[in-house]
């Protein structure tokens, strides 16, 4: 590809060899250049400095052609304005050679494409520097941009107003929504949302920000982010969808930086995996990278889980994905990895390059699901597990190794067996099946066969009816001494029993018992309560659901009325409180669980698409249950749920039998 009438350019590379591109402008105003090899085999000495480009493709288009190595050679309509830049500006032209990818890549050559994949890590890291290409420039961009560098320029004075008054806000003179827009209209430039240009933001020691002629230093990128977080700018003004993409890379390159002053030779303290998750929102023009994108931002062992990227047309992205989740339950004898089919599952179907719809078993994460991720999306994404981790701040990253951590399956080894059909073969304990659930505001999405009812599913056990008072054997003490210990039990459940988004703080029982009870009190009492209002949303919604024989409404009620005096204060809000909490839990963009009650009465919280009769068990090196949905004489997998008083192998104390489960 890129040949126009001429002769193919490129000659076959060896395994560590790379090509570099000189450009400029021929006398008549063409732009021509020239392509020489490179082998990264050597010292830094024995290869010319260089800079590494990441832009975003867009549209594989070639309307444009330049002279190369004396042929005429045709370009991507989203390169031609780079390599105009390059030959018209000083400060890029200064750099003298280019490592930009759809020009020194032969992507007609899929070994070549697989081999330069590889070596994509080690470029970003060599090179002298990288420029980050957002694009041709206007009159609106450049407002953008000045308007991101004054930003960083008054990033001290925002900071500490925030902290002297311990509030976000927006100083008058910034209060313009003019300025907002153009801002918002440069962070939602394509660069911010291609997987690939993640790594190349990641890996290198210097880079440098372009749009047009207009530029920003690395070290200005951060200040200035950090900036728009102090003024906290409302939906209207720039949008969470383009202040998040530039905050996330804002947090791994914290990271990466962080691991380089401290010697450590991976990138990032996150797995490939969880990477994958954490950045699903951004776009590919090949579902294969969702995963090979990151290669360069990879341990060895997670390196070794991918294995050699593999771009032939005759490989399903099918089989690529499910061959990462049978390598990773192998190199970490841990099944944990499944439990991101809660969320990468919609109809569980992959698109392939030839679009034949392909099924991909129901134990498998579809990674080309685009979904908007939380800091902490999973359970199993908790802090202290490093070969899945989550986004948990630099300043609290060395606290991960004393977290907390779910153990449902006590110190068990994954137990299981692959069939050439994509089946699962598993040991794992049934506990029971679903009884009742709570609404969730999460909307049924994917074919019929995915579509769950999102109101809430009234109980029909015997153990969880609403029973005769009059006729109970239980007396009025017994009764108020269940109802005490299934409010701790739903109190825990609502916040996955931690007090912190991270997963790793166990929680702190008394308080939120208490902060509870105030909020229901201040609803009872006819207290102002519009602050909290997707909280009391999530009570109306689900006090008609039975426990143990107990409507959640009678338990609610009597929980305000008994333990909270006449005068008393709302909860005051903040991140690791317990409405915050339950939000985090619950919200649609956040975890999306709901409230579940078994047969036998076990409490807890299961995913939006879960149904009454979905099957509650623990398997062997699954660190939380799971959620199983019976496909005849075999299962399917829902997802992963939270089973208050099951999260620590206690279900090995019950005497319940392993069996072997089959997934498909």
């Known amino acids: 590809m890129g040949s126009a009438t001429g002769k193919n ?13 000189e450009v400029w402008r021929t006398d008549n105003g063409d732009i021509a250049g020239r392509l020489e090899t490179f082998s990264l085999h050597v010292t830094s000495q024995d290869y010319p400095s260089f800079a590494t480009v990441s ?64 070596l994509m890590g080690q470029l970003y890291e060599s090179s002298y520097i990288t420029i980050v290409w957002l694009g041709p420039g206007d009159v609106e961009s450049d407002q953008g941009m000045e308007f991101f560098l004054s930003l960083c320029q008054r990033r001290e004075e925002l900071v500490e107003t925030w902290e002297r008054r311990q509030l976000r806000g927006m100083p008058p003179d910034l209060n313009i929504a003019e300025k907002w827009r153009v801002l ?157 089919a809660t969320l990468f599952n919609s109809s569980n179907q992959l698109p392939v390059q030839n679009k ?6 129901s134990w498998v994460p579809n990674w080309n699901i685009r979904v908007q991720v939380f800091v ?18 630099v300043v609290g990253r060395s606290d991960a190794e004393d977290a907390a951590l779910y153990t449902a399956a006590g110190n068990t080894l994954p137990e299981c067996s692959f069939s050439e059909d994509f089946q699962m073969t598993c040991k794992g304990i049934i506990l029971d099946c679903i009884d009742g659930l709570g609404s969730t505001s999460v909307t049924p999405k ?5 579509q769950h009812d999102s109101k809430l599913i009234p ?36 916040v996955l029993d931690r007090e912190d988004r991270y997963l790793s703080i166990r929680t702190p029982l008394d308080r939120f018992r208490v902060e509870f009870a105030h909020l229901m009190a201040c609803r009872d009492r006819n207290r102002n309560t519009s602050a909290y209002q997707p909280f009391y949303t999530w009570i109306n919604d689900n006090e008609g659901l ?21 005068n008393f204060e709302l909860p005051e809000q903040r991140e690791d409180g317990f409405p915050s909490r339950l939000n985090d839990t619950i919200g649609p963009r956040e975890m999306r669980k709901r409230l579940m009650v078994t047969e036998q009465g076990f409490v807890g919280m299961a995913p939006s698409r879960a149904k009454r009769g979905d099957v509650v068990c623990v398997l062997y090196g699954c660190r939380v249950p799971v959620l199983l949905r019976c496909c005849g004489d075999n299962y399917k997998f829902v997802g992963e749920c939270y089973v208050d008083g099951f999260m620590n192998g206690e279900i090995f104390d019950r005497g319940l039998k392993s069996e072997d489960l089959v997934l498909v």
């Not at 933001?201 to 951060?222: A, D, E, W, Y």
């Not at 034949?356 to 078993?361: Q, S, Y």
Request: charged share 25%; with cysteine.
């Open 9 to 21: 350019p490129y000659k076959t590379l060896g395994a560590s060899s790379f090509r570099l591109l």
């Open 55 to 118: 832009y975003a493709w867009g549209e594989v288009t070639r309307n444009e052609t330049i002279d190369l190595d004396g042929e005429p050679f045709a370009v991507l309509d989203s390169t031609y304005p780079l390599l105009e830049a390059i030959c018209d500006n000083a400060n890029l032209k200064s750099y003298a050679r280019f490592w930009i990818d759809s020009i020194c890549i032969n992507s007609d050559d899929e070994e070549e494409r697989a081999s330069q994949v590889q």
């Open 184 to 340: 918002r209209d440069l962070l939602q430039r394509p660069w911010w949302r291609r997987v690939w240009t993640i790594q190349e933001f990641i890996l290198p020691r210097r880079l440098v920000f372009f749009c047009g002629n207009k530029h920003m230093s690395h070290s200005q990128f951060p200040k200035a982010i950090s900036a728009i977080s102090c003024c906290n700018p409302d939906e209207s003004l720039i949008g969470s969808n383009a202040r998040n993409a530039a905050w996330n890379r804002r947090r791994l390159r914290q990271w990466s930086e962080r691991q380089r002053r401290s010697g450590q030779q991976s990138p990032i303290e996150m797995s490939l995996i969880a990477l994958v998750a954490y950045t699903s929102d951004c776009f590919v023009t090949n579902p294969k990278d969702r995963i090979y994108a990151f290669l360069g931002l990879a341990n060895k062992e997670d390196r070794s889980v991918v294995g050699q990227p593999n771009y032939r047309s005759d490989v399903s992205v099918e089989t690529i994905y499910t061959n990462v989740v049978k390598s990773f339950i192998k190199t970490y004898n841990s099944l944990d990895i499944i439990c991101f």
């Open 356 to 361: 034949v719809v392909v099924a991909a078993p």
């Open 376 to 393: 902490t999306p999973l359970l199993v994404s908790q802090s202290g597990i490093s070969y899945i981790g989550n986004f948990r701040p």
């Open 446 to 450: 994917g074919g019929d066969a995915d």
């Open 459 to 494: 109980s029909r056990s015997d153990r969880n009816r609403e029973i005769d008072r009059s006729t109970s054997n239980c007396d009025f003490a017994q009764r108020r001494e269940q109802s005490s210990r299934l409010l701790d039990k739903l109190i825990r459940s609502m």
């Open 546 to 566: 039975e426990i143990w024989g107990f409507k959640l409404e009678e338990l609610f009620r009597s929980a305000s009325l008994a333990t909270v005096p006449p």
